[in-house]
């Protein structure tokens, strides 16, 4: 009996998992894949894929392609990689990288100055330059962020650009997927109360009978660490020459402390409160405060496996029956990678014990 190769590629595919490819003849039948998620980071996935077309650059290079797992989760980007593997008699065996629209800020360099614009301001004309729209980008932020007489970029791409400067004053973006475009689109926030909640996931460690396809997440490994007791910055401002510029912070944690962190010329011109939890944005204190943080966060975090396909970024769940009492933060863990392996299901998961949701975190 004579079966149409249609059955087998495209949307007709017996295949859990389709790579479709805008305005490209190239059907390509997936073989495995591993995707890399992670905050302020432009996503990226590697994935391999077989055909009996010989495809060239030009045939799938910066065309936007959906990647579809089915039944599980959908991944919209473009496509900046292509790799040869081999060719057999009848196929050939290839790597695309598929990455964010943001990931193409990556390839332009440039020496820039910016005058009387705040942070968000610059990133958001940054954006702009390279054809992002208000739809393509979101921000949702707690606090107000002055205008600065000038920002610069030195010898930078304009993705390392925008990472250090949302970093230095504690914003982290992730990316979601807008199902009715098609494409990614990158969220700006500097507080918990901008991640996404999705409560509780089981926690289980395998038993190798069948678990019904339950959502749930085992392996856990944890690392602690002795992190900084203080953070201090001084800055000299000539226009308030007798002005005290000093500001330390030394923000309250059950982590195992010790020493201090010395900061000299923090972007700030004046002191600000460093007794207050919530101090003038871009104050000394506030520097200071968002430093210390950043080292409290490395006292204490974890990885482990799922096979939850909504876990992304950005997110916040509670590993029920986990027992890990010395990482709880108000029952919740703040999840920032994930990577997934084809052949392999389950997502090994990062997640940090955030003292903050400023945080830009380490990957694991």
């Excluded at 593997?85 to 290839?94: C, R």
């Excluded at 705040?118 to 054809?131: K, N």
């Excluded at 925008?162 to 507080?191: A, C, K, M, P």
């Excluded at 966060?297 to 029956?321: C, E, K, T």
Aim: proline share 5%; glycine share 8%.
């Amino acid at each position: 009996m004579l079966m149409d190769q249609s059955a087998f590629t495209g949307k007709g595919s017996l295949s859990r998992y389709t790579l479709d490819i805008n305005h490209s003849a190239v059907r390509p039948d997936v073989l495995r894949f591993r995707g890399t998620e992670a905050l302020s980071q432009p996503f990226s996935w590697r994935i391999e894929f077989t055909t009996p077309q010989v495809v060239q650059g030009e045939d799938v290079l910066l065309k936007y392609a959906s990647f579809h797992m089915r039944g599980c989760k959908v991944v919209h980007g473009i496509i900046t990689g292509l790799e040869w593997i081999s060719t057999s008699a009848d196929q050939s065996h290839y790597a695309v990288t598929l990455e964010s629209r943001l990931a193409l800020l990556s390839r332009s360099r440039r020496c820039a100055i910016y005058q009387h614009l705040s942070v968000p301001e610059v990133v958001a004309q940054v954006l702009r330059s390279h054809g992002l729209e208000g739809a393509d980008f979101a921000f949702t932020l707690s606090r107000h962020y002055p205008v600065r007489e000038l920002i610069t970029q030195w010898r930078e791409t304009d993705l390392q650009f925008i990472q250090r400067i949302l970093s230095d004053v504690g914003i982290w973006f992730r990316q979601e997927i807008n199902d009715v475009t098609e494409l990614d689109v990158t969220v700006f926030g500097d507080s918990q109360l901008h991640y996404i909640f999705n409560g509780a996931l089981p926690y289980h460690e395998p038993s190798g009978l069948h678990d019904g396809a339950e959502l749930c997440c085992w392996g856990v490994r944890t690392w602690h660490n002795v992190v900084t007791e203080k953070v201090s910055a001084l800055d000299y401002n000539p226009r308030k020459a007798l002005d005290p510029m000093d500001a330390a912070v030394s923000v309250r944690s059950p982590a195992v402390t010790t020493g201090e962190h010395y900061r000299y010329t923090e972007p700030y011109l004046n002191a600000g409160d460093d007794s207050d939890p919530e101090p003038e944005t871009e104050s000394g204190a506030f520097y200071a405060r968002i430093r210390h943080e950043r080292e409290l966060n490395q006292s204490a975090y974890l990885h482990l496996f799922s096979n939850a396909y909504w876990l992304s970024p950005g997110r916040v769940f509670d590993p029920v029956g986990a027992n890990l009492h010395d990482l709880k933060d108000g029952g919740d863990y703040r999840l920032y990678i994930v990577s997934r392996f084809a052949g392999h299901p389950p997502v090994c998961v990062g997640v940090g014990n955030a003292i903050s949701g400023r945080i830009l975190f380490p990957s694991c």
